[in-house]
């Protein structure tokens, strides 16, 4: 995929650009690889990693949310990391953490020995995105950025196309413990291939860190998610969940009140004023929410409720992120063509109607025709994060692209934890409702719907977006 030595001594300018249009993002999206991997395949595994461990499939959720609730307590960090030491190097050691991480995930003997190595990766993912995410920013013209972002995501959708098929064929075939061991080589490849093509990027003048914006943001980031974790758990009493919420939105109120007093805050607040930036973060996060929770319950659905093993349903699966694929192709062509705001506002409708779709399925639907579905909704789902990935840095200024990357991040990280915890809470309650004991399809079912009218909830950010908003990311603008 790299070009050669001659060619680059040849022309050394060419080199730059290429390395810049598409060299770089293949390879941070290659290293991002690890993360999707593991995301799509631990949901797959879940109900084979409860076995082992003997709890129930829905209470080992957990497993997935310590990694969002420890990503949120250290992202705030990320941005000033890279400032400080340089992008390349802080990109690099993550990848190490992640994988020690996962080492130390595949040789768990009991739940919370993998709650405690998910907390290690979850650390290292909470630099990866955002730190990969900068080295773009700053080395791409805003007028590629939108191809650029398409190219990063190519190789991290791997993740989603092979990850349901292999890690079902671990965890039916093997043993679930594999799905971490994989990571290795992608880890050592992705080191490679970073330390001699990425730049270094970084602040001549980093500002100082600022400890107490982080210690807030972290810990009400941290008492959210946990708090969501537990709203259908029994491990804390109800009165302890309600503390974890107010504690968060406590915490989260003061950092806004220190941030607005301090130059260099961890979170700069500011650019949320501007009209893309917070339909891309804020009405975006309905979407996202969709996005954490549609891996658990797939998986809930799939193998618990309709008894299909961890293969099959990863098969299934997988074609929605081969739809998702595909589109990385086309996105670029409709943003210049029909525009942000045109294609939020409409994809969003398709978005919600597909998610809503999947309340439809039943054991007895042909295998293809519930690939077929899964694989449409994937389809449009990447265009909608496409676009919403790419807006996200139409009006931000080289000066801010590191505290943006960040709070992108985080929110991100924030909504999918959300996600997860909304879709638990759902299945719990819908099967008290309902009078059950375990996990039914039609207990499943209505969650989609109910999760597909959230995201119809983004419109309301994308209608204020002026018709050109974001003209200069996609090409639409001309000399």
Known sequence: MSPSDEALDAAPEDAGRHTRGW??????GSAL??????????SNALPAMAHTFHVEPLRLNIAITVYLLSAAIFLPLSGWLADRFGAR???MGSIVLYAAGSIACGLAGGMWQLIAARFIQGAAGATLMPVGRLVLLRTTPKSELVGALSVVTMPALLGPVFGPVLGGAIVTFADWRWIFF???????????????????????????????????????????????????????????????????????ALYGWHARRTPHAAVDLSIFRLPTFAASVLGGAFMRVAMGANPFLLAMLLQVAFGLSAFVAGTMTCISAIGALLMKTAAPPILRRFGFRSVLLINAVIVALSFMAYAL??????????????????????????????????????????????TSSMAQQL?????????????????????????????????FVIIGVVTLFSTIWFLRLPKDAGDEMNGRLRD
Do not use: C
């Open 23 to 28: 060299i770089v993002p293949a390879i941070i």
């Open 33 to 42: 690889l690890m993360q999707t991997l593991n995301a799509t395949v631990i």
């Open 89 to 91: 190097r802080i990109f």
């Open 182 to 252: 994989m990571n290795l080589p992608i880890a050592v490849t992705g080191l490679i291939l970073v330390h001699r093509f990425v730049p270094e990027v970084r602040e001549a003048d980093a500002p100082p860190v600022d400890v107490l914006g982080i210690l807030l943001t972290g810990a009400g980031l941290a008492a959210l998610i946990f708090g969501f974790e537990n709203l259908s758990r029994d491990a804390l009493p109800p009165l302890a969940v309600a503390a974890l919420f107010a504690g968060g939105v406590a915490a989260l």
């Open 361 to 406: 399925f039943t054991p007895s639907w042909p295998h293809w025709a519930v690939a077929l579905v899964l694989g449409v909704g994937g389809f449009f789902r990447s265009l909608q994060f496409t676009s919403l990935n790419g807006m996200a840095y139409a009006d931000i200024e080289q000066a801010q692209m590191s505290k943006a990357a960040t």
């Open 415 to 447: 909504v999918q934890s959300i996600g997860i915890g909304l879709s638990a809470t759902l299945l719990h309650y819908l099967m008290v409702w309902r009078g059950e004991t375990r996990l039914t399809a039609a207990a499943v079912s209505p969650a």
